[in-house]
C-alpha cells in the first residue's frame, strides 16, 4: 500500500480551521492507516497537494502527484495554478463545475471527489417541536451578503436568525426601516454543531457571485447530519415554518447524508485514483 503525504492548506499558510484542510485533509488521514500530515524529511510514494501550490517542491517530488482544487484559484494565481497542474499527476476536485472548468486547461485526469464528512463528527442531532422561531447560518463573515435575500422574511414571519462565524453580520438597515433580532456566535469547530441545532432550520440563499458555482455543498450536509432542514428558496422557508415539514425532510436528508457523504468513500475514491496512476506510470516505464 502506497504512502502518503497530505500537504494541507491549513499548515502552509498557519490557518488551523481552514475548512477544505479538515474536510479534504485531516478526516481522510482518520480512516487512512497509509496516510498523515506532510512531513519534510519522511518518505512518501504520493504527494496529496491539498490547495498548495509549491511548484519547487513538485518539481523534485518523484512519487505520484496529486493536486487538490476546492475553489477558482485561476483568478489569484494564474502562473503558479497552471505550472502546478502540469507537474502533478492528476487534479481532484468537488464539484462538476471546477472538473469542467479545470479540464479546459489540461488534458491530466480531473477527478470530482465530493466533500464528505467525518459522521463521528456529527453527534448532536436535532428533534423538531414547535413553530420555527430563529433560524440558523454559518459560515465566513465574507460569504454572508446572500442573508440581505432573507431579511423581509425574517421581519414578516417574526423569526430571530443565530450567525455563527468568524466576526459578526449586521443585517438590520435603520435608514431603511429593516430590524432583524441577530444572535452572534463565534465558530468553534468543538461548538458549531450544539449551537446550530439550538435554531429550527439553517438558511442557504443562493448568491450572485459568480465564484459560488464552484461551490461545493458541504455546509447543507452539515446541516443535515444534524438532522437540520436547509432552505435554500422561498417556498423551503416558509415549508419549514411547521415542525412536521422540519422534521420529516430532516429524516430523508439524514439517511442521504450518511450514505453519500461519509469521508470513509473519498478515502475509497482516492485510493482507486492513486492505483491507476501508479498503473500508468508503470506502464509508461
Known sequence: ???????????????????????????????????????????????????????????????????????????????????????????????????????????????????????????????????????????????????????????????????????PVILSEQEAGINVHERFTKWNLQTVNSEIIKSDFVVMPGSRDPNHRFKSNNKSIHAQLLRMPVATSVEEFERYLDPKNRQEDAEKNYKMARELYDCKISVRELKELINELDKRKKKNI
Open 1 to 167: 500500500m502506497k504512502n502518503v503525504g497530505f500537504y494541507l492548506y491549513s499548515d502552509v499558510h498557519g490557518k488551523p480551521d481552514t475548512a477544505s484542510s479538515r474536510i479534504r485533509g485531516e478526516w481522510l488521514i482518520k480512516y487512512w492507516p497509509e496516510s498523515e500530515r506532510w512531513h519534510f524529511g519522511h518518505k512518501y510514494d504520493v504527494c496529496y497537494y491539498q490547495k498548495v501550490y509549491d511548484i519547487r517542491h513538485a518539481k523534485v517530488f518523484q512519487g505520484i502527484k496529486i493536486l487538490d482544487i476546492c475553489d477558482p484559484d485561476w483568478n489569484q494565481i494564474k502562473e503558479p495554478f497552471v505550472e502546478m497542474i502540469e507537474l502533478c499527476d492528476a487534479i481532484t476536485v468537488p464539484t462538476e463545475m471546477l472538473r469542467k472548468s479545470i479540464s479546459q486547461w489540461t488534458d491530466k485526469p480531473v477527478v470530482v471527489i465530493p466533500d464528505r464528512h467525518d459522521l463521528e463528527y456529527f453527534k448532536e442531532k436535532k428533534i423538531h417541536r414547535g413553530q420555527a422561531k430563529e433560524v440558523c447560518w454559518f459560515g465566513y463573515s465574507h460569504n454572508s451578503s446572500p442573508l440581505k435575500a432573507v431579511r423581509k422574511f425574517l421581519m414578516q414571519y417574526n423569526l430571530s436568525i443565530s450567525i455563527i462565524s468568524d466576526a
